[in-house]
């Protein structure tokens, strides 16, 4: 999969990787409504520490099962230095999370590795409607400091699974390479962010709706 080119990039899964029916279950949904990376949570960046942290080494591996089986990439989280050799074992595409990305010795640890590295931005304003604020500007300024692909994640921006198709459909027409969208098959029971997560039909909705606004920015998205 090449992402920065006409075919647009979506990544899809659940915030955090669970059990493996779960992800297996999510992961099949998504794939077949036309996402063509997997997300997921094995190590978990959570606000308060008693809530879960992830599965870890046991969600890689449960991870790394599910996209063997559907012949997709895997994109997961490396929180810490001391798990980037884990991590990148598994994973084939390793995200640094938005608490994470002025983290320059975990930057400069996982330059090291050959996988393409998402890093993850997230800014607020004073504004408490959504969990952070889009910043859709972003989108042609980056592309224009940087060669590199930008791919929106309206699930976290927003935080709300309501707001979710509307930002993810801007974001394409302001010329995102692509969308990471966090997808449970029981939001009201997920470990985490289930507030934002869309139910595979919802994932399959927007799908659709956003057939048509790719193609009119020139891009491919099913
Ligand atoms: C996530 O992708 O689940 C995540 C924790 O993202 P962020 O770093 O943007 O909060
Ligand atoms: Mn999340």
Do not use: W
Request: hydrophobic share 40%; net charge positive.
């Amino acid at each position: 999969i090449t992402v920065g080119g006409k075919q647009l990039a979506v990544f899809a899964g659940p915030c955090a990787i669970e059990s493996q029916e779960q992800f297996t279950t999510v992961s099949k949904a998504v794939k077949a409504s036309g996402a063509n990376i997997l997300r997921g949570g094995a190590f978990k960046p959570r606000s308060s520490p008693y809530s879960f942290q992830g599965l870890e080494g046991d969600g890689l591996k449960i991870m790394y099962n599910s996209g063997q089986e559907l012949n997709m990439p895997i994109c997961t989280e490396v929180l810490d230095t001391r798990d980037v050799e884990l991590v990148a074992k598994y994973a084939d595409i390793m995200q640094i999370g938005a608490r994470n990305m002025q983290n320059f010795k975990l930057l400069r640890e996982v330059g090291k590795c050959d996988k393409p590295i998402l890093l993850k931005r997230g800014i607020r304003t004073y504004e408490t409607a959504t969990r952070n604020t889009f910043d859709i500007s972003a989108i042609p300024v980056s592309k224009e400091l940087s060669h590199l692909p930008i791919i929106a994640d309206p699930s976290h921006a927003t935080g709300t699974y309501k707001y979710v198709p509307a930002i993810a459909k801007g974001a394409i027409a302001a010329g995102a390479d692509g969308l990471m969208i966090e997808v449970h098959n029981c939001p009201e029971k997920a470990a985490s962010d289930g507030a934002q997560s869309l139910t595979p039909e919802k994932f399959d909705k927007l799908m659709k709706e956003l057939d048509p606004i790719a193609k009119a920015v020139n891009k491919i998205l099913l």
